[in-house]
């Protein structure tokens, strides 16, 4: 990603327990502009300043603990082809047991931040979602480089906005039989994310 993207949130967002998100079908938030809204018992959040709403009810069974949510935003800079990005990954149980040894055990902040480095840095990445301008909207053999990834679908157009999902290969290395398992099963999901993804004009460009 460009380093010329501001991460929205300097931490990796767990969906669920770490930072303790709602369970499916109950009514929730976690808002800055109004950014994530989960619809009360339908599965989505949606995202008003990307135009995106995305079902995660199929993430969120037992292993919703294990996904992350970061965002990248570059919604004011009109010569950037990317208008922003939502990357979901996969923390596995050994990192999220550092991530909270670390936010109990680590008092010194610039220490706890280099150690939390450490651990995002051990996420996977699941899949991406990309919203291009369209009037600065790359080549399609170059989208990938900007996406990082092999494999990029269009899902949606509206007026200047252009929508993609975008994924890498399955990839399981360096992780325990048990943290092969539950990246199988998220891996497996995308598919049913894909489908579930719902598009609309930014709020921020209205």
Do not use: W
């Not at 931490?11 to 976690?30: F, N, T, Y």
């Not at 970061?70 to 922003?84: A, C, L, M, R, T």
């Amino acid at each position: 990603m460009s380093k010329k993207f501001v991460l929205f949130m300097t931490c990796i967002i767990m969906l669920m327990s770490i930072l303790g998100c709602s369970k499916a079908g109950e009514k929730s938030s976690l808002n800055t502009k109004g950014t994530i809204n989960q619809k009360e018992n339908t599965g989505y959040q949606r995202f008003e300043d990307m135009g995106l709403e995305v079902n995660v009810k199929a993430i969120e069974g037992k292993y919703a603990k294990n996904i992350t949510l970061s965002k990248v935003e570059n919604f004011h800079d009109d010569n950037e082809p990317i208008y922003g990005v939502l990357s979901y990954g996969f923390l596995s149980n050994e990192s999220i047991k550092e991530y909270e040894d670390i936010e109990k055990l680590t008092e010194d902040s610039d220490e706890k931040k280099e150690k939390l480095h450490e651990v995002f840095i051990k996420i996977k990445p699941l899949q991406n979602i990309t919203v291009f301008r369209k009037d600065k909207m790359p080549s399609k053999d170059k989208i990938g480089a900007l996406t990082e990834c092999k494999n990029n679908y269009k899902i949606g157009e509206v007026d200047n906005y252009i929508f993609y999902f975008s994924y890498n290969d399955y990839d399981d290395s360096g992780l325990s039989e048990e943290g092969k398992k539950i990246y199988k099963s998220l891996y497996g999901d995308m598919n049913d994310i894909k489908k579930s993804i719902k598009v609309f004009k930014p709020a921020e460009a209205k």
